[in-house]
């Protein structure tokens, strides 16, 4: 579900003339049924609420005072969020002919045409309170205390995100909340200013449009809504003509394929950049550690240290806390799959409860999800939610995946070809492609929209993925991939799974072993063909042909030209120069 959490006024909204009808009331117990949250948002004072609405208790949370008293009906604890009047400041609004004054725990209030009277009093004690006005009534708070700030610390007691609520409101002091709220929405009997900014406006008035509201909510998670909702959509680049094009934060997987150095890593840093940017929280399948530096995530995880899903889980059932990258660096390759598979699980028992990971990107797919590993499929969803899949090419990742994915972005010289594969594994036909991927882009075709494959140009993250430099630096390239330091007879077999290990290996070895892979050119074959460093391989290149070197000579260069590319600070962040 997306919409976990009904965030609803009372006065004009739920009640009319005060009341809320028993309808409503079994409106909102069906759909509290549904494993949805109920928040009441309200410039009541809580023990007039308590009375005027018995039923009251149906609700998880209730803010009152216009954010500043939050009272839980479960176990009936308050919690004060704005501190009370200064007793001058009721003396002198008193003084200046205030009738009607009403005191809560923190909020006063009272009616127009009072509202003249109370700025003065506030302005003559010279204190940081405002007014707020609900129609007729007027009321005044300490600054920052607003429905929103009072629906934030609910959010926060409940562990939910507000990308997952639904707001609806009738009036001024509306504003503030419905605003945070992913879908925000007004009753028939709102008045204008916010009906003009509400993402929908119900046809009924009153208890009725929330009645309407639920009544959408229960038949499709309000889908059909999507399409108002663009200012979530997240930017991926831009067509031929300019156009943006972006992906839905919910419906739409992905599925980026290219060969290693095409561009498929820039595409997916930028896209999370950008989904962490709009205050969704992404979990990050990281099995090559590239993705350590990514702002406002905890990178969970290290060569030396498997990453713990609790940690991560402790981490999503946090309030507004960061994005995680989950780093797979220090498991062994054949034990990825069943760890994701087990992680998989527990972020799905995770959206279930608040919502979160609103999205989980995948990179290198084929570590975890490969073509030929079988075992836990039964545990696999049957649809994917929310995912990117970032990976070779289509046939690399089980093909019980690719149901699940409703857009692919081919990436390279190939792009062509990797949807063709796609096309030829789903099964599904595939539109004339009549584009070309520019360079440094991408072909993208939007499978469930039966769309033509398009080019894009890819929009850039941020920061600089500055080339998997942590991978190469500290991770671990695999058996396949690494640089064994053998000899002339083969007698060694020291491997060097990364370019520190390689430093250090290389400044220990003897001699005649440095200078037999030296003259077959092995260091810069290796750092052009695995470590995929062009620039590193030519420079080394350089010095394995000069013959004016000694050995010694070519060892102290060609270290010197690794460690100032790749240099691990005392912090242990990675950086190139």
Not at 203 to 215: C, M, Y
Request: with cysteine.
């Amino acid at each position: 579900m997306r919409y976990l959490t009904l965030a609803s006024d009372y006065d004009g909204t739920l009640a009319t003339d005060g009341l809320v009808g028993d309808d409503i009331v079994a409106a909102l117990t069906r759909l509290r049924k549904s494993g949805r949250k109920l928040i009441l948002v309200t410039g009541r004072e809580l023990p007039e609420l308590q009375i005027v609405f018995p039923a009251h208790e149906i609700f998880d949370w209730i803010v009152a005072e216009n954010g500043a008293l939050l009272y839980r009906p479960a176990d009936r604890s308050q919690k004060l969020l704005a501190p009370a009047p200064p007793e001058a400041l009721v003396a002198e609004i008193r003084r200046k002919g205030v009738e009607r004054l009403s005191i809560g725990a923190a909020i006063l209030a009272t009616w127009r045409p009072y509202e003249t009277a109370l700025f003065e009093a506030i302005r003559d004690q010279g204190l940081d309170y405002h007014i707020i006005f609900n129609k007729d009534a007027v009321m005044a708070l300490p600054g920052g205390v607003t429905k929103a700030s009072g629906l934030e610390a609910a959010l926060k007691e409940a562990g939910l995100s507000s990308h997952n609520v639904v707001g609806i409101g009738d009036a001024e002091n509306d504003h503030a909340f419905l605003d945070m709220c992913e879908l925000s929405v007004a009753v028939a009997n709102a008045i204008d200013s916010l009906k003009q900014r509400v993402d929908l406006v119900t046809e009924a008035d009153h208890g009725a449009g929330v009645v309407e509201l639920i009544d959408g909510l229960l038949e499709d998670d309000l889908v059909r809504l999507e399409d108002r909702l663009e200012r979530h959509h997240v930017a991926l680049g831009r067509r031929d003509d300019g156009s943006a094009v972006q992906v839905k934060p919910y419906g739409e997987n992905l599925l980026v394929a290219g060969s290693s150095g095409s561009g498929k890593s820039t595409l997916a840093t930028g896209l999370i950049e950008r989904l962490i940017g709009h205050g969704y929280r992404v979990c990050v399948v990281d099995p090559e550690g590239d993705y350590g530096a990514l702002e406002k995530a905890v990178a969970l995880g290290s060569a030396q240290h498997p990453p713990l899903i609790d940690e991560a889980v402790k981490l999503f059932l946090q309030h507004a806390g960061p994005s995680v990258v989950v780093n797979l660096v220090g498991i062994h390759l054949a034990d990825r799959p069943r760890f994701f598979m087990t992680l998989l699980s527990r972020l799905q028992e995770l959206r279930v409860a608040n919502g979160q990971p609103h999205w989980i990107v995948i990179d290198e797919a084929h570590h975890v999800l490969p073509a030929a590993w079988e075992p836990a499929w039964p545990n696999l969803p049957e649809r994917l939610d929310r995912v990117a899949l970032v990976t070779l090419e289509a046939d690399s990742i089980a093909r019980q995946l690719l149901p699940s994915i409703d857009s692919v972005i081919a990436v390279g010289e190939r792009a062509d070809a990797t949807l063709k594969t796609f096309a030829e594994l789903r099964e599904t036909p595939l539109p004339a492609i009549n584009a070309t991927a520019p360079p440094g882009g991408a072909l993208m075709w939007r499978v469930s929209a039966d769309e033509e494959p398009f080019a894009i140009e890819i929009a850039r993250s941020s920061a600089t993925h500055h080339r998997h430099v942590r991978k190469y630096a500290e991770g671990d390239l695999g058996p396949d991939r690494s640089f064994y330091f053998r000899g002339r007879e083969g007698k060694l077999n020291l491997r060097a799974q990364n370019l520190m290990l390689f430093v250090q290996i290389a400044a220990g070895i003897d001699d005649d072993t440095w200078l037999f892979h030296l003259r077959q050119h092995d260091y810069s074959t290796w750092f052009r063909e695995e470590v995929k460093d062009p620039a590193l391989a030519d420079e080394t290149r350089d010095v394995e042909d000069a013959a004016e070197l000694n050995g010694a000579e070519t060892r102290e260069r060609i270290l010197a030209l690794v460690t100032e590319r790749y240099t691990a600070p005392a912090s242990g962040s990675i950086s190139t120069k």
